[in-house]
């Protein structure tokens, strides 16, 4: 274990920004913001307006998903030589599915000191007013773009027992409703929009219930935090489904698998508790309209 030679370098502060109300930003991280040299941030112009709001002047240095690894050295040497940096995201608390994890492992093992100033956290500030357990909960974030990869990532969460939270985009969110209901069972689950901002909202029902009042909605604004709790319930079956949507379910899995038709239609069946030569026969009548 490393200890922190503070008199010889600076300090990285990860620095907790508003999610939307910029009264919702503490004493200390005004401090902090004005006192750092330079302050290391996901957008520079989106991290201004909250600095001009709050007449803070310093120097700015963009540090986000595309070139934070090129930037660990020279923030690394700025530290090293006994400047202290400011990490802030757009929104949120730095590093949590967001922009700085890689910063933050380079500057402890070049044993500069890292200290937290927390703040808002969408994730947390959702969990906490959704009614479903918080005793123990299990953050996911973002799943992965390629539906294959997203799939295989529920598959695996379906034996937590806890709350698991993910956050989704507005076009997005229905979508994973309906594949979480498919794969884990129609669990209590909340959406929340807007958090903080005019049109917050928290959408509660089932996974099934919710995408159902979203699905009516002509459109759907503002980065989403899901919440699913658990319960002891039996995955989503095939019984529960139409035969338009059990295609439609096997249209999706013959864009992403890779398996054999037989092997498709084993996994399938198991996972819908249908017939594997019914399951079988429609994989081959799809597959040739879908080639």
């Known amino acids: 274990m490393h200890g922190f030679n ?10 907790a920004t508003p999610i939307g109300n910029l009264e919702d930003i503490t004493l200390r991280a005004l401090r902090i913001l004005r006192e750092a040299d330079v302050i290391a941030a996901e957008d520079t112009r989106h991290t201004g307006k909250l600095l001009n709001h709050y007449q803070i002047r310093k120097p700015l240095i963009s540090c986000h998903e595309h070139n934070e690894e090129g930037r660990i050295p020279e923030l690394v040497d700025r530290l090293s030589g006994g400047e202290s940096i400011a990490l802030v995201s757009d929104a949120g608390t ?19 000191s890292v200290i937290p100033v927390p703040g808002p956290c ?57 594949e979480l209901a498919l794969i884990l069972g129609d669990r209590p689950a909340v959406v ?35 919440m699913v709790g658990w319960q002891e319930a039996e995955s989503c079956k095939g019984d529960d489904l139409s035969s338009d949507e059990i295609d439609q379910y096997i249209l999706k899995e013959l864009e992403i698998s890779s398996l054999s038709k037989s092997k498709l239609a084993k996994e399938i069946s198991n996972r819908l508790s249908l017939s594997r030569q019914d399951i079988y026969s429609r994989i081959v009548k799809l597959g040739n309209s879908f080639n």
């Open 122 to 178: 969408a994730a947390v500030a959702a969990l906490s007013v959704s009614g479903l357990s918080t005793d123990s909960f299990h953050f996911v974030g973002f799943l992965h773009k390629k539906k294959g990869a997203r799939i295989r990532q529920i598959e695996s969460l379906k034996d937590i027992k806890a709350t698991i939270i993910f956050y989704e985009s507005p076009k997005r969110i229905i979508s994973l409703l309906q």
């Open 192 to 226: 929340a929009r807007e958090i903080t901002k005019i049109h917050e909202e928290y959408v509660r029902g089932t996974l099934v219930t919710v995408a159902g009042e979203l699905e009516e909605r002509t459109t759907i604004k503002g980065e989403c935090v899901l």
């Open 94 to 112: 730095p590093s949590v599915s967001d922009p700085g994890y890689r910063l933050v492992a380079a500057a402890v093992s070049a044993n500069i």
């Open 6 to 15: 503070v008199e010889s370098t600076g300090i990285l502060y990860i620095v």
